[in-house]
């Protein structure tokens, strides 16, 4: 049973649909909602600015501090109480915090003390700092060192009616299924499991598997084997708009790969277009 979700909210475009996702999911799941904000302290301690500052004659940079800070702390007051806001006019009663930290770190410090699931967008109110990186971004760390479940979410909001799990027969993927399949029981939305393979034999085999796992839970699934590039096939399979949601274990690769030209999670997390549960 899913009963706290944590979501980390910075008052961005892609935030609100954050919130709006989570909003449908405490109502569908009944679950306590938690919205975080963090202060980011790279703001506040920025070595950049203080080494300009020095160079062109201006004021020391910790002059600026107090009024740096103060104003950082008001706009996550209001932030907050945006979310508080939005929650309660969908009559979701959460609760909030506010901590200073480096983002992700915090985030994920937070994640483990008191939530069942984690919940932030795609891409935040610093996207366009790192947001091309390949392991750079918020989201992709949070999934990556977290070890709760993480739905990401994309800039639109869909009501979310039916699901998808990619099942490749590896330990990441088997867990993803059955989170997927607990979801399902739980929701009832269908549940379509999704094999990529260039072999149709080994195709049948994990197909095969996914179904006598999924016996013992009362889900209405179905099986889909399709051949290509596990990406390219996810984010073409989601861009139909036959679910609504993704389910998929993360990062299950090798990780000089990821390194050198990303994995199938961090490409999906960056492009898809419908929410995408992941799980370790």
């Not at 099942?167 to 269908?190: F, I, M, V």
């Not at 299950?252 to 490409?267: A, D, F, P």
Request: aromatic content about 6%.
């Amino acid at each position: 049973m899913i009963q706290s979700i944590l979501i980390p909210t910075d008052g961005s475009d892609y935030g609100k649909t954050a919130i709006a996702y989570g909003i449908h999911l405490a109502r569908k799941l009944n679950a306590q909602l938690i919205g975080l904000h963090v202060v980011d302290i790279l703001l506040i301690r920025g070595p950049l600015f203080t080494d300009i500052s020095g160079s062109v004659g201006l004021p020391p940079y910790q002059e600026f501090l107090p009024a740096i800070e103060s104003g950082l702390q008001t706009k996550a007051d209001e932030i907050l109480q945006d979310f508080r806001g939005q929650c309660e006019a969908a009559g979701v009663r959460p609760e909030t915090m506010k901590v200073t930290g480096v983002i992700d770190e915090t985030i994920i410090e937070e994640g483990r003390k008191c939530c069942d699931w984690i919940l932030l967008a795609q891409r935040g109110e610093h996207f366009h700092i790192d947001g091309g990186a390949i392991l750079g971004s918020t989201a992709q760390s949070v999934v990556r060192r977290s070890g709760k479940p993480v739905f990401v979410t994309p800039k639109q909001f869909r009501e979310i009616e039916s699901m998808a799990v990619a099942y490749d027969g590896s330990a990441p993927a088997h867990k993803a299924l059955r989170l997927a399949a607990e979801l399902s029981e739980q929701t009832g939305w269908p549940l379509s499991v999704v094999v990529i393979t260039t072999d149709p034999s080994v195709g049948e085999k994990i197909s095969k598997q996914s179904e006598d796992f999924l016996s013992s839970f009362k889900v209405n699934s179905s099986t889909l084997i399709l051949e290509g590039k596990e990406d390219k096939e996810l984010l073409e399979f989601v861009r139909k708009e036959t679910v609504q949601l993704l389910v998929m274990g993360a990062y299950g690769h090798n990780r000089l790969r990821e390194l050198l030209v990303g994995s199938t999670t961090s490409s999906v997390i960056r492009k898809s277009t419908v929410p995408v549960l992941l799980t370790r």
